[in-house]
């Protein structure tokens, strides 16, 4: 029996349903080109897939062929970048293919599709088989919906690095620190592992604000963010105020102390200005976020205190018992 337009406008429907299904509960844009995929190869009746966006890509099925097949794919992207269309070849007999050495492993037919938004590519999709796929005449409705979703998970992945990304420094911000402290402690207890807090302040900062300006400024703190990032290999770091920077380290005393010395010696090396850290390590589980910032707080104001350009320590024992190790 002939399948009838209502029919296919059902199957359509079913599928695209099974597809948001599937791909709906992706909580970035990774996992959801991954579970796109998934689903086109086993939907389609595929041998292999590749998804790619200006972000991120994921092959359904790697091996020793990927450099072949990513050969194949670059012939076709040419292709579609100009027609902005889909584009079918004969992976083993197509001339636009013909350079393409060791085929015979690789299944009979290619097919590339461009993702647009806004008559933009933003992404392709590359399918292969070794026949027409089936129920290919829905392929397009379901590139067409993913695209939608690309986007939205893009949009929505941007909004939020904007709130917990400081936009100058590139450092988590103070509003992620205060969401997210509690959590990181609870791990790091989980793990058994040491808990530090570097505080560190820009000495003089103000005065060379005031003395060269903002924009100069901003390059400092810009060139001192960079600089923190390349040193600490273990922890987060955040600017916590104007010139303030935050770092949570799973690390334990004499570890944290040798990182702070390094990154204060690196920043003192490379600029104009130098910079005062305070340190708080505790030994015990129990430790609150607030405790283990207002310690390293205090040991920075000590830090300033003796001359700055200083690395002042603080060991919390028990809530009752903090050693300077500077007393020690």
Request: positive net charge.
């Amino acid at each position: 029996m002939e399948e009838t337009e209502k029919d296919k406008e059902l199957k359509k429907y079913k599928l695209t349903v099974e597809f948001f299904q599937e791909v709906l509960p992706a909580q970035n844009q990774n996992k959801l080109i991954q579970q796109a995929t998934n689903f086109i190869v086993r939907k389609f009746k595929l041998n292999n897939a590749l998804l790619t966006t200006k972000n991120t890509s994921y092959r359904y099925y790697s091996s020793k062929t990927d450099k072949t097949y990513k050969q194949i794919e670059d012939i076709l992207r040419k292709q579609m970048q100009n027609t902005k269309t889909p584009i079918t070849a004969k992976i083993k007999t197509d001339f636009m293919l013909k350079e393409i050495k060791e085929k015979e492993h690789l299944p009979d037919k290619a097919t590339a599709y461009p993702l647009l938004a806004e008559k933009e590519i933003t992404g392709y999709l590359f399918l292969y088989t070794e026949r027409e796929p089936q129920n290919a005449e829905f392929i397009p409705e379901i590139i067409k919906e993913l695209t939608k979703l690309i986007k939205q998970v893009t949009d929505y992945e941007k909004i939020k690095e904007t709130s917990i990304i400081d936009p100058l420094t590139e450092l988590y911000n103070r509003h992620y620190l205060t969401q997210n402290f509690e959590t990181l402690l609870n791990k790091l207890k989980k793990e058994k592992k040491p808990i530090s807090v570097m505080m560190f302040d820009i000495d003089d900062f103000k005065k060379y604000n005031d003395t060269y300006g903002h924009p100069e400024g901003d390059k400092i703190l810009q060139k001192i963010a960079k600089t923190t990032k390349q040193t600490i290999k273990k922890g987060t770091a955040y600017r916590y105020g104007g010139e303030e920077f935050l770092i949570i380290m799973p690390t334990d005393s004499s570890t944290s102390k040798e990182t702070a010395e390094q990154l204060r010696k690196k920043i003192k090396e490379e600029n104009p200005l130098t910079i005062s850290i305070g340190l708080a390590t505790s030994l015990h589980s129990n430790i609150q976020g607030n405790k283990l910032i207002k310690e390293a707080d205090k040991a920075l104001y000590q830090a300033k205190k003796q001359g700055k350009n200083k690395t002042v320590q603080y060991i919390i024992v028990n809530e009752n018992l903090i050693i300077d190790t500077e007393k020690i």
